[in-house]
């Protein structure tokens, strides 16, 4: 009795190189150093100083600056849901003077 050995044929051989170059290609890109965004080549306008009474960036906040509690929330309004929440939680702040809004 004969056993049968394996021999692939070259469609498996070929199908596997092409695979390993494809591993190897994707690797390679996603290894590689990005590269700082260029410059733009025209020159800037000063930045406009932003008013004292607003805050320049986060955290954000709604309501009364001197309220007693803070409800913090961490969402993402991209998110359809997070984005629902946003007008309840809104008016649920607007009718409690008491409670100011971080997110």
Do not use: N
């Amino acid at each position: 009795m004969r056993i049968p050995r394996f021999a692939p044929s070259r469609t498996v051989l070929v199908v596997a190189l092409l695979m390993a170059a494809a591993l190897t290609t994707a690797a390679w890109l996603g290894l590689r150093p990005q590269s700082p965004p260029a410059e733009p080549d025209f020159p800037s306008a000063e930045p406009t100083p932003a008013p004292a009474t607003a805050p320049a960036g986060p955290p954000w906040r709604y309501g009364r600056a001197d309220a007693r509690f803070t409800v913090v929330e961490y969402a993402d309004l991209e998110c359809p849901f997070c984005r629902a929440y946003f007008a309840v939680l809104k008016r649920w702040i607007d009718a409690h003077p008491d409670v100011s809004w971080q997110w």
